[in-house]
């Protein structure tokens, strides 16, 4: 575990710059995140990202089916709007821990 | 007279059974299991079956021979279960009052769920080796394939056994060495994980074993649909990996009895106190195996940690006393990697498997996450202590429930 600084403020992250504590996330760091990720934050982008959010503190546990059930996103879209591998990417920039899928 | 059901007699529902016989006296408890087969598989033994290393009669057996004298194996199917009533109703119409229910119904694959699986490409050029009949049709399909492309893919998390995968791949290496036709057979191992397996250290020593083998890793791929037509399999992305040979772990879903209950998540796996493998909703049901939900691995090892921790709180739950907090998520798993040789894996809920020695620390003999033959000659024997031991609930010396820390090359 390590700090580093995102957008003017310290931040706790991990090996692969997951963050650590949702408590220091906020939505500029947000996109300072994505921006990393080469993507700009659409509307769209947000709802997800609020969405997968929601879900943490809730501490549901996420998973690429889940998120397609949602009505939020189907898998297609999210896709779209985070490319390769979105659940991992849309983690990264909402705050929140690398999805643990599993074992 | 009170009555404890169990529900599933595979590797979890026998291990309760012969531990709470063992505990429970005949005049207070009935004890009563259900299974709609006849046969008990060992799972582990489907691995080796395609390659012809096990033959069949090595891994089946009448699952009567492991119910102990004095518990009832009833073999009938289930309807469901009625939890707010404490009774499991059953197929033909018999409702079955419990006091106390043990769920061990495991996990089934579920090619279904993805369009295009399951089809006329289905045991013809697609198969699974997480049934008995799909691992003997793959055997058959081996044996006289001339080679291609070997595509071995895991649909998503979480599945039985998640090193099998990988497993298959070492050992299709070698197959096909042996057969002298690796230079015709390209093999790729596509995965929705992002790496070979879930955990980092794990992850770098296995990824390791695939490159020195040539075997590709596609990670990150989360499957759409199976392309049966053009023998190619295409994921949520768009990027496609074409197949001659598509050996699959489909998606695992518990039994559909939960479903039918209303009692699982999306996957039909069953809510699980984690610590004390209580059920999150009815205290008097109990869940252990593949069924549960919580974040352990699908491996009988972990069934059998669970079977001796979770022996004690159901005696504890008929005293009345609070339940131990005690599941760690232990896991212990061999993973075979080919050439006679294998690895071994140690890791609970907050440990991740790490070099170090088994069972006795700093001597070994077993050394963990490095290969050696010595790990393999305990794959192989396990099968004896399996049937032998395991089943029965006799305990395995030197190796706890819980995972020791002792021993292991934490950082």
């Given at each position: 575990m390590s700090e580093r600084i995102i957008a003017g403020a310290p931040v706790n992250v991990n090996e692969e710059g997951f963050m650590t504590d949702f408590r220091q996330w906020n939505q500029t760091i947000g996109t300072e995140l994505a921006r990393e990720a080469d993507l700009t934050l659409s509307p769209r982008h947000w709802q997800v990202i609020e969405y997968l959010q929601t879900e943490y503190r809730n501490e549901v546990p996420l998973s690429i089916r889940k998120i397609g059930k949602s009505g939020v996103v189907d898998i297609k879209e999210f896709y779209q709007l985070f490319p390769n591998a979105p659940l991992k990417t849309a983690a990264k920039i909402a705050g929140i821990p690398k999805p643990a899928s599993c074992i | 007279m009170k009555r404890l059901l169990i529900l599933g007699a595979g590797t979890a529902g026998t291990m309760m059974a012969n531990h709470l016989h063992h505990h429970l006296s005949a005049d207070e408890w009935e004890i009563d299991i259900i299974d709609e087969e006849t046969e008990h598989y060992y799972q582990p033994g489907f691995l080796f079956l395609p390659f012809d290393i096990y033959e069949p009669e090595d891994i089946v057996k009448p699952i009567r021979q492991f119910i102990p004298a004095g518990v009832n194996l009833i073999q009938e199917s289930i309807d469901r279960i009625v939890p707010a009533e404490q009774y499991v109703l059953m197929q033909g119409g018999d409702r079955l009052r419990y006091d106390i229910l043990i769920v061990a119904t495991g996990a089934k694959i579920a090619p279904e769920e993805v369009p295009g699986m399951l089809g006329e490409e289905w045991k013809n050029s697609i198969f699974d080796f997480y049934t008995f009949e799909g691992a003997l049709a793959l055997r058959n399909k081996l044996r006289e394939w001339e080679g291609g492309k070997l595509v071995v893919h895991i649909t998503e998390m979480p599945i039985k056994c998640p090193v099998a995968p990988l497993e298959f791949a070492f050992l299709a290496d070698s197959f096909f060495k042996n057969k002298h036709m690796r230079d015709r057979v390209d093999i790729t191992f596509v995965t929705p994980l992002s790496g070979a397996f879930t955990k980092p250290k794990a992850t770098a020593a296995l990824e390791h074993l695939l490159e020195e083998k040539h075997i590709h890793i596609e990670s990150d791929f989360a499957i759409e649909q199976v392309d049966a037509e053009n023998k190619t399999i295409i994921d949520y992305g768009g990027r496609t990996v074409p197949f001659d040979l598509l050996v699959t772990v489909p998606t695992n879903k518990g039994d559909a009895v939960i479903e039918r209950s209303g009692m699982?998540?999306?996957?039909?796996f069953v809510p699980t106190?984690?610590?004390?493998?209580?059920?999150k909703d009815w205290p008097n049901i109990f869940v252990l195996g593949d069924a549960t939900n919580i974040a352990a691995s699908k491996a009988g090892s972990v069934a059998h940690f669970e079977a001796e921790i979770l022996t004690e709180n159901i005696l504890r739950f008929m005293d009345g006393q609070p339940l131990k907090e005690e599941f760690d998520g232990h896991a212990n798993c061999f993973v075979e990697t080919g050439n006679g040789k294998a690895l071994l894996i140690d890791f609970n809920y907050t440990h991740e498997p790490v070099e170090g020695t088994f069972?006795?620390?700093?001597?070994?003999p077993l050394r963990l996450l490095k290969e050696s033959r010595i790990n393999h000659m305990g794959k192989l024997a396990f099968r004896w202590i399996y049937w032998n031991m395991l089943l029965k609930g006799t305990h395995i010396p030197f190796v706890s429930a819980t995972m020791q820390e002792a021993g292991k090359d934490f950082d």
């Open positions: - | 699982g998540d999306d996957l039909n106190n984690k610590a004390t493998l209580q059920s069972p006795f620390p700093g001597v070994g």
